[in-house]
C-alpha cells in the first residue's frame, strides 16, 4: 500500500461550522504533513509532524488544529474558518524527515461560505 | 534562504515534441532539487531528485533534468511528449536536507497538442 487517503474528498462548510479533515497512511511513515494549495498555485507548508510530535508549525491561525493520534493518522481541525480559507488541502508522509521522497493524498477541496 | 525560479506560466507542446520545462534556482550552499507533477484534482508526485550524486538524473515517465551548478539549472526534459504528460509541474528545492524546508516554485503548466 503506497497510499496516502484523505477524507473527505469536497468539503463545504461555514464560517461557525466545526469540520475535520483526516489523512491516513500504512507506509510505517513517520514524517507527516499537511500543506494548503490555492489554485494555480503552488503548495504552502502548514504543519509537520515528526513521529507523532508537532515538529513544525508554519504561523497557521489557531482557526486551524492539527492533530495526530497515531503515526497513521493526522487530521486537521477546522473552526470558524473564513472564506479565505478555500483551498485544496494536501497530506503528504514521508519515511522520514530528511528528503525522503513525499507522498501526497489526492487532497481534501474546502469551500468556506 | 533558497529559491527557485520557473520562467512563464504555460508551456504546449505537440504529441512526440521535446518537452522543456526550465527551473533556475538560487542557494549558497549545495541544494536538493526535485520536480514535482500534479495531475488535475491530485496531489503531486515526485518525478525526480538530484541529492547531489549523478548530475544528471532519470526519473519516471521517462523524464529525466541535469543539474548544472554553473548555470544554476535544474531543467526538466523529456524526448518524446505525451498527451498524458498534460500537468502542471513544480520545481523544488531544499538546503538543509529536510522535506519540512522544501520551496516550490510557482509551477508550470503543460498542455500537449494531439
Known amino acids: 500500500d503506497t497510499e496516502v487517503t484523505q477524507t473527505p474528498k469536497h468539503l463545504v462548510m461555514g464560517m461557525t461550522n466545526k469540520k475535520s479533515l483526516k489523512c491516513e497512511q500504512h507506509?510505517?511513515?513517520?514524517?507527516m504533513y499537511w500543506y494548503k494549495q490555492k489554485a494555480k498555485k503552488p503548495p504552502e507548508l502548514m504543519f509537520v509532524?515528526?513521529?507523532?510530535?508537532?515538529?513544525i508549525n508554519e504561523s497557521v491561525p489557531s482557526r486551524f488544529s492539527p492533530e495526530c493520534p497515531n503515526s497513521s493518522l493526522l487530521n486537521l481541525h477546522l473552526h470558524a474558518l473564513q472564506p479565505e480559507d478555500s483551498a485544496l488541502y494536501l497530506c503528504?508522509?514521508?519515511?522520514?524527515?530528511?528528503?525522503?521522497?513525499?507522498?501526497f493524498g489526492s487532497g481534501t477541496q474546502l469551500s468556506v461560505l | 534562504a533558497q529559491s527557485v525560479t520557473q520562467l512563464g506560466s504555460h508551456v504546449s507542446v505537440s504529441e512526440g515534441a521535446l518537452v522543456l520545462l526550465r527551473c533556475n534556482y538560487s542557494?549558497?550552499?549545495?541544494?536538493?532539487l526535485f520536480w514535482y507533477v500534479q495531475y488535475p484534482n491530485q496531489g503531486l508526485q515526485l518525478l525526480l531528485k538530484?541529492?547531489?550524486?549523478?548530475?544528471l538524473v532519470k526519473g519516471i515517465n521517462g523524464f529525466e533534468a541535469e543539474f548544472k551548478k554553473s548555470e544554476t539549472s535544474f531543467h526538466l526534459t523529456k524526448p518524446s511528449a505525451h498527451m498524458s504528460d498534460a500537468a502542471e509541474y513544480f520545481c523544488?528545492?531544499?538546503?538543509?536536507?529536510?522535506?519540512?524546508?522544501?520551496?516550490f516554485g510557482k509551477g508550470i503548466t503543460l498542455s500537449v497538442r494531439p
Open positions: 503528504a508522509s514521508s519515511q522520514g524527515s530528511g528528503v525522503e521522497k513525499l507522498f
Open positions: 507506509m510505517g511513515h513517520r514524517a
Open positions: 509532524y515528526s513521529y507523532e510530535k508537532l515538529s
Open positions: 542557494s549558497s550552499v549545495p541544494p536538493y
Open positions: 538530484y541529492t547531489s550524486a549523478a548530475t
Open positions: 523544488a528545492v531544499s538546503v538543509s536536507g529536510a522535506n519540512s524546508k522544501l520551496t
